[in-house]
């Protein structure tokens, strides 16, 4: 079973920056996706955006322009670059990967943005 792993959450100022990791244990083989969700306290789990094997990217409206996903070459690891933060992106922020044969999440990283 593959292990994911995330970091990078922190605490920044509205306007900053955060770049996010998501590691998993082994490389991942066929078709599959990857995926950032994030859940506020009191809040639904929501998608942010997702990296498939065919290298496809894919955003929500509430974040397009300001977020990038990204992967290495191996695709055993995932990045979301985050610009612009505003503090409605206040939330957990977990790493999903889905394949024929995973479905895995990691714990998740807090991104707090506040003045």
């Known amino acids: 079973q593959v292990q994911i792993v995330e970091s990078g959450g922190g605490l920044v100022q509205p306007g900053g920056s955060l770049r996010l990791s998501c590691a998993t244990s082994?490389?991942?083989?066929?078709?599959?996706?990857m995926a950032w969700y994030r859940q506020a306290p009191g809040k639904q789990r929501e998608l942010v955006a997702t990296?498939?094997?065919?290298?496809?990217?894919s955003y929500v409206d509430f974040v397009r322009g300001r977020f990038t996903i990204s992967g290495d070459v191996a695709m055993n690891a995932v990045y979301l670059q985050m610009n612009n933060l505003e503090p409605e992106d206040t939330a957990r922020y977990y790493c999903?990967?889905?394949?024929?044969?995973?479905?895995?999440w990691g714990q998740g990283t807090q991104v707090t943005v506040s003045s």
């Open positions: 082994r490389r991942i083989f066929g078709f599959y996706s």
């Open positions: 990296i498939t094997s065919d290298n496809f990217a």
């Open positions: 999903n990967l889905r394949s024929q044969t995973d479905d895995a």
